[in-house]
């Protein structure tokens, strides 16, 4: 995620004159599926891969990593954080869909790191209730992937802990840099 995107005129433009972002993506789904073919695929990635990565728009996972359709599962959320609800897919991904390799995406330029907890307090202060969930804000990026695959491997509902790694995605170059766990 960000928060000082600069969003081009012509694509945003769809969201105005009558026909939503939405009514444009539908659109574009009939085009899709006009020219798609049943890969004759079951649920189970090909490459027995779970990716968790943050949800931030510049960051396009099956380009940047040479994946194609059906090779993985991509669990994605604000951060790329490990919660308990991540942890859920990844159980459900290694335990009903034989995924074994987990790899953490960070990135650059997260619009995470220019939030702290404060926000849970503004927001209680506005809506009048706490919400349940941390916002996982962070200063140190790679401080933050170490500790998702810290959240990976010592979780006791996964099978497969050996096979972690995490990286930070450079928004600016492409490049994915690995952090060492330790
Ligand atoms: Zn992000």
């Known amino acids: 995620m960000t928060t000082?995107?600069?969003?081009p005129a012509d694509r945003a433009s769809a969201s105005t004159g009558g026909r939503t972002v939405t009514d444009r993506l539908v659109e574009a789904n009939r085009e899709y599926a006009d020219v798609f073919t049943d890969p004759g695929m079951?649920?189970?990635?090909?490459?027995?891969?779970?990716?968790?990565?943050?949800?931030?728009?510049?960051?396009?996972?099956?380009?940047?990593?040479?994946?194609?359709?059906g090779d993985c599962h991509t669990i994605r959320n604000a951060g790329g954080v490990v919660t308990d609800d991540v942890i859920r897919s990844l159980t459900i991904s290694q335990r009903?869909?034989?995924?074994?390799?987990v790899v953490l995406i960070h990135h650059t330029d997260c619009g995470l790191e220019s939030l702290t907890e404060e926000f849970r307090h503004?927001?209680?202060?506005?809506?009048?209730?706490?919400?349940?969930?941390?916002?996982?804000?962070f200063?140190?990026?790679?401080?933050?992937?170490?500790?998702?695959?810290?959240?990976?491997?010592?979780?006791?509902?996964l099978l497969h802990t050996d096979d972690v790694r995490g990286f930070v995605f450079d928004v600016k170059t492409g490049l994915l840099r690995e952090i060492d766990p330790a």
């Open 122 to 137: 503004e927001l209680e202060m506005e809506v009048g209730q706490r919400p349940a969930w941390a916002v996982e804000a």
């Open 4 to 7: 000082s995107a600069s969003v």
């Open 139 to 157: 200063r140190d990026v790679d401080q933050d992937v170490r500790q998702s695959m810290q959240r990976v491997r010592t979780s006791p509902f």
């Open 96 to 101: 009903a869909l034989g995924t074994r390799s």
């Open 42 to 69: 079951d649920a189970r990635p090909v490459l027995r891969v779970a990716i968790v990565a943050c949800m931030d728009a510049r960051l396009d996972l099956h380009a940047a990593l040479g994946l194609e359709l």
